[in-house]
């Protein structure tokens, strides 16, 4: 996700140099589908549930989705049935619904915004990266968050 927030910054710059006008959209996916979507919307419910009168300690690990440390997420609680939003199981849930965020607010969208680029302005081998680190990392989270919230193998 990281290097994938990289090669998105990248290609706003590299996107301008060039002349292009998708550097504006592009400017505007990030803004909205990381800025908002990936850390101000999970801080702002980190906040909510930290205030809450129930404490389960999910607040910490959305607080480490938001800031890139996704293999702590590994730890959240699972009770092993498919899913489910128990409160002894919201990690599932939880990494099912930021992977998604991810997926359908930022990088389909970037990725879309990048192949009209390279379509327009010629192969340039960052952008070419840029798209094929960001979508394919983006399904993959999400394949996986999703197998991991239903649990077909039980």
């Given amino acids: 996700a990281v290097l994938d927030m990289y090669t998105d910054m990248c290609f706003i710059v590299i996107a301008q140099a060039c ?6 959209s592009a400017l505007v996916i990030f803004i909205i589908g990381v800025f908002i979507a990936q850390i101000l919307v999970p801080l702002a419910w980190a906040a909510l549930v930290a205030y809450s009168p129930r404490q389960t ?6 607080l480490a989705k938001v800031l890139g440390f996704d293999i702590l997420y590994e730890l959240a609680p699972d009770d092993g049935k498919p899913a489910t939003t128990d409160v002894d199981s919201y990690g599932p849930a939880y990494a099912l619904a930021a ?6 607010c930022e990088d389909f969208a970037q990725t879309i915004n990048q192949i009209l680029f390279v379509l327009s302005a010629g192969k340039n081998p960052q952008v070419l ?11 993959l989270n999400l394949s996986m968050a999703l197998f ?3 649990k077909p193998c039980q």
């Fill in 19 to 24: 002349g292009s006008l998708f550097w504006i």
């Fill in 129 to 139: 990266v840029s798209i094929a680190i960001g979508f394919l990392s983006s399904l």
């Fill in 57 to 62: 300690g999910d607040k910490e690990f959305i």
């Fill in 148 to 150: 991991n919230y239903c």
């Fill in 99 to 104: 992977s998604s965020l991810r997926c359908c």
